[in-house]
């Protein structure tokens, strides 16, 4: 019995940890290029991978174009201010029957010469 209760255990943590990915989840992984496997939120940023540290403003600007970031109307990108933070939004599907949506936001830091300095991932849920 006790080892009917640990495998039974084991198996829902393993079903815990993979959540399916949301529709918002795989645009923002097509968006950058990431594989399904990559860990959004690990450090250092899975974004590197395409945007790495270094990387000029304006190139950052024609990648998330040349991506699409923008363009499908579930996304969107806000060029860098004075604070020098290029944020991306990559909205939830509001035709998704879940009754808690995903979103994420991208957030590209820009050093005093206008070059990528550091990226990081957030997930956002919405619902009841």
Known sequence: MRSFVLTLYAISLIGCGQRPQSEAELRLRHYFDLPKAASLQSKPSPLFT????????????????????????????????????????????????????????????????????????????TGP
């Open 50 to 125: 395409k945007l790495p540290i270094g990387t000029p403003e304006a190139e950052i600007y024609d990648f998330l174009d040349k991506s699409g970031v923008g363009k499908d109307g579930l996304s969107s990108y806000y060029k860098a201010g004075k604070r020098g933070e290029i944020t991306c939004r990559v909205e939830y599907d509001a035709k998704s029957p879940k009754l808690v949506k995903e979103s994420f936001g991208v957030f590209l830091l820009l050093d005093d010469d206008r070059k990528l300095r550091s990226a990081r991932v957030e997930r956002w849920l």
